[in-house]
């Protein structure tokens, strides 16, 4: 279960992705990733998904991001032979 702050965050996160940063970043940043940190809009890329963690936690440390992999609808793909 995820606690009501942090479901607040993703989903402040993802709208702006949507709104703001999908159509900026797309065409030369597929496949990087992007935290988000909602609260001032502030985004960070990065080539893996630690790297962008760390920038934006660097940026600020006491608020929570959310990342996700640019072009893409999850930041992870898990899955199995079928």
Same mark, same amino acid.
């Given at each position: 279960m !995820?606690?009501? @702050?942090?479901?607040?965050v993703i989903e402040r996160a993802k709208r702006i992705y949507a @709104?703001?940063?999908?159509a900026v970043l797309e065409p030369q940043h597929r496949g990087r990733f !992007?935290?988000? @940190?909602? @609260?001032?809009?502030?985004?960070f890329l990065g080539d893996t998904f630690d790297e962008a963690v760390r920038a934006a936690r660097g940026r600020h440390p006491d608020r929570l991001s959310h990342t996700v992999r640019?072009?893409?609808r999850a930041a992870f793909h898990m899955g199995g032979l079928q």
């Open positions: !995820v606690a009501a @702050e942090t479901s607040a @709104e703001q940063l999908q !992007v935290a988000i @940190e909602p @609260e001032s809009g502030d985004y640019v072009g893409h």
